[in-house]
């Protein structure tokens, strides 16, 4: 005896439907745990999809969907829904997509880890999802453009979420072992050891020309100027050099394959941090040498004076990494993930 069955849903993949329905499903999730059940109108929406009959037989008018196809649609519709507003978003207006820090959250309770931390993951969105807000009116670096950015109730697909310290790269490649935090602290020691290299540069060429008033030498022949250009230089190569050896030791490790020791994330955190400190140092005796000549708009060392001591205010270099990296000197228990 033939059996006759009704399709149920239709001949949609399982993921591409998850894909179109998950914005209706984070639009309704409020009253989904007002009500404590789904509304009528999305498990309707779920049915025409077959997404509700995926372990169905087909010989039942079911998807018999693989595992892997059904797990792929149920990740999707499981998808984060995102509201904050971040700062420091450097190059904005030039993103086709930015990365916001979110603590997740369960209703109103975020939601822990097993040790206590609350679960912080970074996501991915698109920039016409996102407004940007014009914020960066500041005394240095006014070039990065780095405005605040802000969503509501943005929805994030779980594979655009990932967590930078309780998650392994995805991508086998060297650069993708190198320890996070510290290549964006080298990035940040990078732009400061640049703009120290500039003001040394800038000082040079003012103290060759420039003879004070009153005076009858130019800068460059006066003792003092002298011995702080000498300073500032023998101080900026070694705080350059400790940066590239620690870098290149971290590297190395890397193509290798090895795992990054804690030995080698402290090195890379320290020379950044340090060479960000001996940058504005440096760019400071050089704009005091300069005179009253630095103050003007018309001086590149006023602005390397403002860009730098903007620089070492950044989170990967501030203050704080001292006392991360000191307790370790000390041995004292700490807490190693953004090393």
Request: net charge negative; proline share 5%.
């Amino acid at each position: 005896m033939a059996i006759e069955t009704e399709t149920i849903g239709t001949t949609e993949p399982p993921l591409t439907a998850a894909l179109r329905l998950t914005p209706r499903a984070a639009a309704l999730a409020e009253e989904t745990e007002r009500e404590r059940e789904l509304p009528g109108e999305l498990v309707a929406e779920l049915r025409d999809a077959g997404l509700l009959s995926l372990c169905l037989p087909r010989a039942l008018g079911g998807g018999e969907a693989p595992p892997g196809e059904m797990a792929r649609a149920l990740e999707q519709l499981g998808a984060y829904v995102v509201s904050g507003r971040w700062s420091f978003v450097s190059g904005v207006q030039h993103c086709d997509w930015v990365l916001g820090g979110c603590v997740v959250h369960d209703g109103e309770e975020p939601v822990l880890l097993d040790d206590g931390r609350p679960e912080i993951r970074l996501v991915l969105m698109p920039i016409d999802a996102v407004e940007v807000i014009d914020t960066w009116s500041v005394s240095g670096l006014r070039g990065t453009g780095s405005h605040d950015m802000s969503v509501v109730a943005q929805v994030v697909p779980a594979d655009r979420a990932v967590s930078l310290t309780d998650e392994r790269p995805r991508h086998p490649g060297a650069l993708y072992s190198f320890p996070l935090f510290g290549l964006l602290a080298i990035g940040i020691a990078s732009v400061a050891l640049g703009i120290a290299r500039g003001a040394i540069e800038d000082l040079r060429e003012l103290a060759g020309a420039k003879t004070p008033a009153g005076g009858r030498r130019t800068l460059a022949e006066r003792a003092t100027v002298q011995a702080d250009v000498a300073r500032a230089e023998a101080s900026l190569r070694a705080a350059r050099g400790l940066v590239l050896a620690e870098a290149d030791a971290a590297w190395l490790a890397a193509e290798g394959g090895a795992a990054i020791s804690d030995h080698a994330r402290l090195g890379l955190r320290l020379a950044a941090s340090h060479a960000t400190g001996v940058a504005a140092d440096v760019v400071t005796a050089m704009y005091h040498a300069g005179g009253g000549s630095s103050i003007y708009d018309s001086s590149p060392l006023q602005r390397r004076f403002r860009d730098v001591h903007v620089a070492t205010q950044h989170m990967m270099v501030a203050p704080a990494t001292w006392e991360l990296a000191g307790r370790l000197l000390l041995g004292l228990p700490t807490d190693i993930r953004q090393l």
